[in-house]
């Protein structure tokens, strides 16, 4: 058996895990012997596909394609898919959330605040720029 194959028989979910570590496992179990425990919450479901698009940089039009949405009925027929406009309405209340709570990290700071930042372009000559903060926190 080669190595790879044998690894990842050792991490096989259906293994034990041994006495004294605990599973690292970050997804919730569903139980799939009744569905009707399931819950669909609509808004954390349209949260979850923002955060998705977000950090995957799919495109917002995603919310078109008939397969993409085939796809999501077959999992939650219930779960009523965003339009467009609605998905990027999301993703800019993340974004304003997330931007809230850096702004009041930074507030909190007591010390200066080191910034450098980095310019370049890409191979279809899109131009882009990073910018970089290092500070020290009390933690």
Known sequence: M???EEN???NSPREKPCKGKKE???FKKISTSTPTNI???QDES???LAIMVILHDYPISMVDYIGFRRFVTSLQPAFNMSSQNTLRNDIFKIYESEKAKRYSLLDKLKCRIAITTDMWTSINSKGFMAITGH???NS
Do not use: G
Request: hydrophobic share 40%.
């Open 24 to 26: 690292k496992d970050s």
């Open 135 to 137: 500070f020290i926190d």
């Open 39 to 41: 819950i669909l919450s």
């Open 46 to 48: 349209r949260r979850e």
């Open 8 to 10: 990842t028989m050792r």
């Open 2 to 4: 080669p190595l790879a």
